[in-house]
């Protein structure tokens, strides 16, 4: 299979760039109207003319976002028979990839995946009389739009947005000044280059809390490379996990079915009726098709099916300080409940393998073992060569006594394979 847990994504090189073309091609073999946008990676420019050639050679009329995030190409999507995603999301800056994406936002199915790589191999060109044309919108302003149209702030309040010069550089400043934000802006330029790890995990942004401190903000909002994602930080300028995260949205919105995914905290049920799936937006956005009115996940995705089936960081970051404008997150938080949960990756370069030698049947989806007062989950990354471990106790011991459990499994399913 290309597709991971949410697209295709490689290290770039030359393969990334004849696939891009052959994706393009298969992809307009099925729609024949596509909107295109693409994140600030030095080689997304590329890759989007390789698309965009294989889409235009089979016949497809192709609407140009430009530089956007993905949540921003998604709400395009709404208009066309389908959307296309030039990114690696949070990966490392040597990556890229492409997303697939329906009309109502949600990432390509398993099932239209699977189709997908089949006609890969298939030739649609047409004729030169049956070539396809380009044109370009300004997604970004539709998206701002409606996003405002469902933001309100019952004062004037500060906030810092840490963009990571990454898509949402050319949307979630100006949408957040908009709606009354005094935004303290931190990497918001698009540059092409990473100043900080793209994956908006606490150990990648040291700095932040002090920011919040000094300079009194009620929160801080935080993208990954194209905005799909948003993490945040409390009026104390305390990191909020993406656990507790979820249930400060599930709280607000009053929202009482969840679906997220089998790594998160099994406090969230004490909240609400949660169903979980594999991790991976794209199996959140199917299960919301037939249950449930919120999705997350604890990487930072967060799903508003009433506005789109794409994970929007956008949305998130201006409803989070809608949150914060009437609100304390922090005393919010701290009436949560909260158990120990740990999580670990392990490099290998043969994830899949290892994942097999444990009897899982879908490395992705990994093994899940639990009882009464806590679980492991050990499971291949769907994004980078990793086997990753996430483990939850009642009590500190209880998860570190899950996490070594999990630690032992692993290790004794790589040793029988060397």
């Keep these: 299979m290309l597709f991971g847990s949410s697209g295709i994504r490689q290290e770039f090189g030359h393969d990334l760039v004849d696939l891009s073309l052959r994706i393009g091609s298969a992809a ?15 080689t997304s420019e590329l890759l ?15 609407y140009s976002c430009g530089i956007a995030p993905t949540p921003t190409v998604a709400y395009a999507t709404r208009n066309t028979d389908a959307g296309c995603m030039i990114t690696a999301s949070h990966n490392p800056e040597s990556y890229n990839g492409v997303k697939l994406l329906n009309p109502d936002g949600s990432s390509f199915t398993v099932r239209q995946q699977a189709a997908l790589e089949e006609a890969l191999n298939e030739t649609h060109w047409k004729e030169w009389d049956g070539m396809g044309r380009i044109l370009s919108i300004d997604a970004v302003d539709a998206h701002r739009e409606a996003i405002l149209d469902r ?10 947005l840490d963009c990571g010069n990454g898509a949402g550089c050319v949307i979630t400043p100006d949408l957040l000044a908009e709606a009354g934000v005094t935004v303290i802006g931190l990497n918001c330029n698009v540059s092409g280059k990473f100043a900080r790890p793209s994956e908006p995990l606490e150990s990648n942004l040291p700095y932040i809390g002090e920011i919040v401190r000094r300079r009194d903000a009620a929160c801080a909002v935080v993208h990954d490379g194209d905005a799909d994602r948003m993490m945040a930080f409390d009026e104390r300028g305390r990191y909020i996990d993406g656990d507790h995260l979820l249930m400060l949205f599930v709280k607000y919105l009053d929202r009482k079915r969840v679906v997220t995914t089998v790594d998160a905290s099994m406090a969230i049920e004490e909240i609400a009726d949660v169903h979980r799936t594999a991790v991976g937006d794209s199996f959140v956005s199917e299960e919301l098709l037939s249950w449930g009115d919120f999705g997350g ?19 998130a970051a201006a409803l989070l300080c809608e949150i914060a404008s009437e609100w304390s997150i922090a ?8 158990y120990t949960l740990l999580r670990r990756s392990y490099p290998l370069p043969a994830p ?7 009897g899982a049947e879908e490395p992705a989806h990994g093994i899940r073992f639990e009882d009464e007062d806590g679980w492991y989950l050990i499971r291949a990354s769907g994004t980078e060569p990793k086997v990753r471990i996430t483990a939850e106790g009642r009590t500190p ?9 999990a630690s032992a499994t692993l290790e004794r399913a790589r040793r029988s394979l060397e």
């Design 48 to 62: 989007e003319h390789s698309v965009v050639s294989g889409m235009l050679a089979s016949g497809a009329t192709v």
């Design 397 to 405: 011991e209880k998860a570190k006594e899950m996490l070594e459990a």
């Design 297 to 315: 996940e604890p990487s930072g995705s967060w799903i508003f099916p009433d506005h789109s089936l794409c994970p929007d960081g956008v949305y």
């Design 151 to 160: 933001i309100s702030f019952s004062h004037p309040l500060k906030s810092v």
């Design 352 to 358: 899949a393998k290892v994942m097999a030698a444990m």
């Design 331 to 338: 005393e919010e938080l701290d009436r949560m409940p909260r």
């Design 28 to 42: 307009a073999a099925g729609a024949s109207e596509i909107a295109l946008g693409r994140d600030t990676r030095t």
